[in-house]
């Protein structure tokens, strides 16, 4: 049964927003830091592939993400490759969600910024309405208690309303990394597995031709010596 035109419009937009991130490496040092000796299912993310990342990310935000990882043939080792994979997902997961407690944390320093800023004013108000102190002393904790309760409230509440514009844009990345699919691919391996039929090609090639010439060169001798 045919699948209807709204269904393969569906999937032919799905397609157009998956972007693709190629990264090429020498050695698996380029993807984990070179001072941390742990094992590769354990080993800190290397700064400079986290920064090119984040560099590629900015150049297409869009839509979801396939990350290839270029690689010599040499690294072609599928244990080692599962490991590396399960550990870019482990780490990109882990940081998404501690960016998510960072900004939670943000957000809630900006609301105590906001009660502290409208109990400061709150407060003057009450001394002046009901004349608690003489008027030298309400001025002078007005010159305190003013400017401190609207900082708290303005900045406040611009922590609460874009807590953290970086973060953001980090909690956004790291999400869209840790559901990303990663392929690995080996540089000289498929050019030479299918290199290889054709030299064995040929090498049959060649000894077939050279048992041809041999078998000529002895009739030849044959036919001489019956001559003599």
Do not use: C
């Not at 984990?32 to 094992?39: A, G, I, K, T, V």
């Not at 609207?150 to 909690?171: C, M, N, T, V, Y």
Request: hydrophobic fraction near 40%; avoid cysteine.
């Amino acid at each position: 049964m045919p699948e209807k035109p709204e269904k393969i419009a569906e999937i032919e937009e799905h397609i157009k927003d998956i972007q693709e991130i190629s990264i090429a490496i020498d050695s698996w040092d380029d993807v984990f830091s070179d001072f941390d000796p742990s094992p590769i299912d354990h080993r800190i993310l290397s700064e400079d592939f986290l920064s090119e990342l984040k560099k590629r990310y900015r150049e297409t935000q869009r839509g979801e993400f396939v990350i290839t990882i270029y690689a010599p043939a040499s690294l072609k080792d599928e244990v080692t490759e599962k490991l590396v994979n399960k550990r870019l997902k482990q780490y990109f997961k882990f940081r998404h969600l501690s960016l998510q407690k960072e900004i939670a944390l943000a957000i809630r320093k900006g609301s105590l910024f906001v009660v502290g800023g409208i109990a400061s004013l709150s407060s003057l108000t009450m001394l002046t309405y009901f004349q608690m102190l003489d008027k030298l002393t309400l001025e002078l904790i007005a010159i305190i208690l003013m400017p401190l309760g609207w900082f708290g409230i303005w900045e406040g509440f611009s922590r609460i309303i874009e807590p953290a514009p970086l973060l953001k844009q980090d909690l956004e990345l790291f999400g869209k990394l840790s559901k990303a699919a990663f392929k690995f691919k080996y540089a000289g391996s498929q050019e030479e597995a299918a290199a290889a039929p054709a030299a064995k090609q040929e090498t049959k090639h060649e000894t077939k031709a050279a048992g041809t010439i041999a078998q000529e060169a002895k009739a030849e001798s044959k036919e001489e010596k019956e001559t003599k």
